[in-house]
């Protein structure tokens, strides 16, 4: 298939979450396709009838919206095809690569137990029937997979894997109901499709024997298999429960962002150099499936921390705002038109420790709450007659600022520390106490920008009064 253009995809199964694993491989389809200037599609498998409902399928679409990766043509829906998988199944039967399969399920069974006793793959006495003996009775259509000799899987990661044929059993391509299989559904999709490379999970690869034999029964060019390998938690074992989240939605709701998974996510089994932090554009440049390494990957949370907190670092705070609002309105905060710009001025003050949006949201809360403040009672012991006093003369030289910035509100608070003969610690805390309620802020300066001169000499007045 070199001579074409590449087309990838990915084929999830809605079963009611978007798996990690399953948007890692997502990704690398989603990265050939821009390296080569290919296409990347999407393919719904919904031939489960139960699981697939819209809410599931939408999940799917959902997390891919999310991540950043949408296909360039409209889904596929694998269960809308099955007239296509039966026509291809009468072209495997005419082709002399399948056949029909009259066993009784009892007959079946009784044949299980001799292949097990025997240590072979089950095969039917239809195999070689004469068409002219059918029995009128249901049967499955098998494939007529060769009986000797290997079938070789040129894997782009595992590299050449062989499969020797006499282990491969015939597979049921159609069951007694007419309802086609999963691999030969998958063959006749991605032949439909166009698909020159396979790039999936590799608990995929012994399918791609099996689908192997289907691509060559129906005379089809076989596409570029690559399988990547699963995704681990950091003990080592596979990635379950009890390692956190595993899917897509699970890491939207704690806090990460989109880009941040993307770059983190193309480090798990790939990498370029010794680089961590990377833009999607030079992850296409520099993308190549045959990079991608055999050995399961790790999931690090510090690394993903550490990634996710680079890109909060790099967000336009208005954006930044937008995506907190949600998580804020579940702390019973909303915001409004002029909380915003607050958000908008604080978030680059705040930022600087955040792992996630979480804990940037933490460290906003104090900029939304609303007049009066409770103080808490520890915020209330640091308000002594003394300290008291000290905020009421501090308030006056804060009232008098004419520029309300970082660099101008420095200095003002440490030349007022030096007039009063003390150090920023004997008021400090009790002023970080006022502005916040008792809530995380930033620094002194930082916290009287972010809440703007109105609001911060409100709070102080507020605390200061007699009825405080």
């Known amino acids: 298939m070199s001579d074409r253009p590449v087309v990838t995809r990915i084929a999830p199964s809605p079963t009611g979450m978007m798996h990690i694993g399953t948007a890692r491989t997502a990704l690398f389809n989603w990265l050939y396709a821009r390296h080569t200037g290919g296409k990347f599609l999407l393919r719904i498998e919904d031939t489960d009838r139960e699981r697939s409902t819209e809410a599931a399928v939408q999940v799917i679409f959902d997390g891919l919206k999310w991540l950043g990766l949408e296909a360039d043509e409209a889904p596929v829906f694998q269960f809308a095809r099955a007239d296509r998988h039966r026509e ?14 009259y066993m009784t399920p009892e007959e079946l069974e009784a044949e299980r137990e001799v292949a097990r006793a025997e240590g072979r793959v089950v095969r039917s006495p239809w195999r070689d029937a004469s068409p002219n003996d059918a029995p009128d009775r249901p049967f499955v259509v098998r494939l007529k997979a060769p009986l000797e000799g290997e079938t070789l899987v040129e894997d782009q990661v595992k590299g050449t894997v062989r499969f020797q044929n006499q282990n491969l059993d015939d597979l049921v391509l159609l069951r007694t109901d007419g309802t086609p299989t999963y691999n030969l559904a998958v063959v006749v999709d991605d032949h439909d499709m166009g698909v020159t490379h396979v790039i999936r999970g590799d608990d995929h690869l012994n399918n791609a024997a099996r689908q192997t034999l289907i691509y060559q029964g129906l005379g089809w060019d076989v596409p570029v298999w690559a399988h990547l390998p699963l995704i681990h938690g950091p003990d080592g074992a596979k990635l379950s429960k009890r390692h956190g989240a595993q899917a897509v939605s699970e890491f939207d709701a704690m806090g990460y962002l989109p880009e941040a998974m993307r770059n983190y996510l193309a480090k798990l089994g790939w990498g ?19 990079d991608v390494v055999s050995a399961p990957a790790r999931l690090d949370w510090d690394k ?26 579940t702390r019973g905060l909303t915001v409004g038109d002029p909380d915003r710009e607050v958000l908008e001025r604080t978030i680059p003050l705040v930022r600087e420790g955040a792992k996630t949006l979480l804990d940037l949201a933490d460290a906003v809360v104090f900029v939304l709450k609303r007049r009066r403040l409770e103080l808490p009672e520890k915020v209330q012991g640091l308000l002594t007659d003394e300290t008291r ?16 910035t970082v660099p101008t509100l420095e200095p003002l608070i440490r030349s007022f520390a030096e007039a009063e003969g003390v150090g920023i610690g ?43």
């Open 88 to 101: 291809a199944v009468q072209q495997l039967l005419a082709r002399g690569a399948a056949y029909r399969d």
């Open 426 to 468: 004997k008021f400090g805390p009790a002023l970080r106490g006022v502005l916040s309620g008792g809530s995380p802020a930033p620094d002194l300066a930082g916290t009287l920008v972010s809440l703007g001169k109105d609001e911060s000499l409100g709070r102080l007045d507020d605390a200061l009064s007699p009825a405080a």
């Open 272 to 290: 370029h150099g010794d680089d961590e932090i990377f833009s999607d554009e030079q992850a296409i440049s520099w993308f190549d499936i045959k």
């Open 389 to 404: 006093g000290r905020l009421s003369r501090l308030r006056e030289s804060l009232a008098g600022a004419s520029d309300w």
């Open 304 to 329: 993903l921390n550490h990634l996710n907190n680079h890109y909060i670092r790099q967000a336009e705070p208005a954006r930044l705002g937008g995506l907190l609002e949600p998580v804020l309105a």
